[in-house]
């Protein structure tokens, strides 16, 4: 009887250590399982900041752009502006030439190859005729060239290039044959204005008559324009 009881107890003993064996795994495999999900849920963070992470980079580099692009834009439309600015300036600075020359002006000097003109070639009263249409040059005793104008105000000195169509010089001399283009400088001072020119393909760079470069300097005075005659009643 007592080896019996004993078997039992050791049959006992071994369903106790079985059991906690059992309990101990199950504890085990919770642990493992809570562990397993803690790191999956930590990984799914870390992936979760880096998106939100990239995704505000993202956005900076968005706004990095739009801010580069709205300056852009506001630098385009300041250049454009200054550029209308630029070119109204300029187009009234040529308006205001073109509209000075208009009228008759009268040769009171004018020095060819260092040298000035005669009394004789002066009492002549040469004049130029600046209208919207081009420039005629005549004298005493007639009509002489017609021809074309076109200013430049941006250069320093302003240019003057006169193209004269065949015809008869003021003056009495022979008819010219073929086209006539002047490269001039000018200056325009109230009713004064000073032309120096060229006989070559070199345009002066300064208002003065020399014989070795083949320049020629004119002063012209305006001319008033004609009284209109008033009707007798």
Request: net charge negative; charged share 30%; with cysteine.
């Amino acid at each position: 009887m007592r080896g019996m009881d004993d078997q039992r107890k050791n049959e006992g003993g071994a369903v106790i250590v079985a059991g906690c064996l059992v309990v101990a795994f199950l504890l085990l495999s919770v642990v493992a399982v809570g562990g397993v999900w803690q790191y999956r849920n930590a990984q799914a963070q870390i992936a979760a900041d880096r998106a939100a992470l990239q995704a505000e980079q993202q956005r900076a580099v968005a706004v990095a752009l739009h801010e580069r692009a709205i300056q852009a834009q506001k630098d385009a439309i300041e250049a454009r502006d200054a550029a209308l600015e630029k070119a109204g300036r300029e187009n009234t600075e040529r308006d205001e030439d073109d509209d000075a020359l208009q009228g008759t002006w009268t040769v009171e000097v004018h020095d060819t190859h260092g040298k000035p003109a005669s009394k004789e070639f002066l009492a002549l009263e040469h004049q130029w005729v600046f209208t919207k249409d081009g420039i005629t040059m005549k004298a005493t005793g007639g009509e002489g060239r017609k021809g074309r104008f076109q200013l430049d105000h941006k250069q320093d000195p302003k240019t003057l290039d006169i193209t004269l169509e065949p015809g008869l010089p003021p003056g009495p001399k022979a008819p010219v044959p073929e086209k006539e283009v002047l490269k001039c400088i000018y200056s325009l001072d109230g009713d004064t204005l000073k032309v120096c020119y060229g006989l070559s393909e070199d345009r002066p760079v300064a208002f003065k008559s020399t014989a070795e470069h083949a320049i020629g300097l004119v002063v012209l005075r305006r001319q008033p324009p004609p009284k209109e005659k008033k009707n007798k009643d």
